[in-house]
């Protein structure tokens, strides 16, 4: 079955550089989460899109923003990156018709910023 | 403010053994309770729980809710090496579509 593809998997930059995380949803799923996790954090909400609006907001730093496209893919971009930015950034898609909390996770990007 | 707690933090135990996960919350507008388990990836959906007193159950894992005691429990039984993870709870707060996440209970099981 179809999964959550997120990339790239991995992805080194340094300070102030700019990155930019994809995210394709499962097949029929119109809601995209992106959450962010530090070493040995809970995933912290950034932002979510439910039908190519964004729907909720977490705590996504101004420097980010995010968008989902006509084909419910999602881009997650990080500008002016800190090193405090070193993460593993997961998409997670659902139905939003449906929606009772049942995320199904991306693999993940992990994100080290030097 | 919305939160998640779980209880313990960490859990070390011998294959075989049974354990028992807690989960308590204060979600606004709560809609459902999950419970994930997370290796080293992605966390992996278990179970979604809306009503109390009604036992969830895949395998050696079930998990049920209790919305009196704004609680939850995930059981493992007959615990194996592969069931090492750390378990996050989440509480659902339906009308935003947000998940509140716990911190999770890491678990090691020990042959």
């Known amino acids: 079955a179809a999964g959550v593809i997120q990339s790239p998997r991995h992805l080194i930059k340094e300070k102030r550089e700019t990155a930019t995380l994809k995210c394709y949803p499962i097949p029929r799923h119109d809601t995209v989460y992106w959450y962010q996790q530090g070493p040995g954090q809970d995933p912290q909400f950034l932002i979510s899109f439910y039908e190519k609006m964004q729907s909720d907001k977490g705590s996504i730093p101004d420097r980010f923003s995010a968008q989902q496209f006509s084909d419910y893919h999602s881009e997650l971009n990080m500008s002016s990156l800190e090193l405090g930015d070193s993460a593993l950034y997961f998409c997670a898609s659902t139905s939003g018709t449906k929606f009772g909390g049942e995320l199904f996770f991306g693999e993940g990007s992990r994100l080290t910023v030097l | ?95 935003n579509r947000k998940l509140i996440w716990g911190l999770g209970t890491s678990l090691a099981v020990n042959p």
């Open chain 2, 1 to 95: 403010e919305d939160k998640v707690v779980q209880s313990p933090l960490s859990l070390v135990v011998h294959e075989g053994d049974t354990v028992t996960l807690n989960c308590s919350y204060e979600v606004t507008n709560f809609r459902s309770l999950l419970w994930y388990k997370q290796e080293k990836k992605a966390p992996t959906f278990l179970f979604m729980l809306t009503s109390s007193g009604i036992e969830k159950k895949s395998g050696r894992l079930s998990s049920i809710l209790d919305k009196k005691e704004l609680s939850s429990i995930l059981n493992i039984t007959a615990t194996q090496t592969g069931d090492s993870a750390i378990y996050l709870c989440a509480g659902n707060a339906g009308n």
